[in-house]
């Protein structure tokens, strides 16, 4: 089989490599999709330090094509299209037994996976050996749109963790792919929903993901726009989505009392911010930070997306095939795109 492999800050290449088989307790997955993710476009461009060589790809739908003899054959047949949620925890801390994976203190994104050659998540490979236990049925929708079941549910966590209620004003602060999908969950939680953002066309697309108001915050004071469209009182809910740590400060300013401030990206770079602990301590609001995602959210997220419950036709931006990677990873890193997405 083939795999993508990096070597070095923009050094991509395809390998050759022996196809693994099905161990007894193990299912053979043909990788039919992957998305490349913001974290991947990190190794490639440096941001984010990896050991070399390392094998990227952890937003993956696939088809099952050998069973280990030991496998359950009444859950899992040869030709079942599946998504893998990704097996970074460690599956034996407090917080992985409590069901709370996505805050696993042993998070490893390095493993050396069973088949691979290399480290890493592997989904950049043509085949993967896996557990069942991080397979998820999808039905009804192609590879490409099946992939984005783990992004999806990193924000089905992620709205889950700020508990939105009907009527709640909901912020989303970025409109990238995850402020995306946080802007189409929270309508679909019953959320009146205000999308932020400097580009146009992403606003634009926030509206038609039932935004009921947009705020270009190139042109608009944001806090200004938010204390008309709440009539003074705040936000309940602001997901700030973006990387940028001086953003805090202003979802800060925006949250109502009693509300919840939840930080859902990665901080590149992480630098200190600052905030009123007078003000948190009189209003009452939270902050909070989120990342990842469980099977529960995964299991969700994937009938979701088999049922077109959230369409995720609109964030595929590219599509190119496994030889083509590297012109992929090119084209992602331009940040004009929500998701490019390789084809197997």
Known sequence: MRTAVFYGVEDLRIE?????EASANKILIRIDACAICTWEQRVYTGVKKVEYPFIGGHEIAAEIVDLGSEIDQKNWKIGDKVVFGTNLACGNCEFCKSGEEQNCLDFNHSKHLEGLPHKGMGGLSEYMLVEPK???HYYNVTPEEAAFTEPLSCVVHSCETANIQYGDLVVVIGCGIMGQLHVALSVKSGATVVACDLNEERLKLAKEN????????GTQDLKEEVAKISHGLGANVVFDTTPIAALVQDSV??????GRVILYSSFYPDEPVGFSPDQLHKGGYSIRGTANSNSRDFIRASKMISERTLDMRPFISEVVSFDEIEKGFKSAIKGDKYRVVVKF
Do not use: D, K, Q
């Not at 050759?16 to 693994?20: D, I, K, L, V």
């Not at 300013?253 to 009693?258: E, F």
């Open 253 to 258: 300013s925006i949250v109502g009392n009693t």
């Open 16 to 20: 050759e490599c022996a196809t693994p």
């Open 210 to 217: 039932g935004a009921r108001y947009v705020i270009n915050s």
């Open 134 to 136: 991080h397979l998820f």
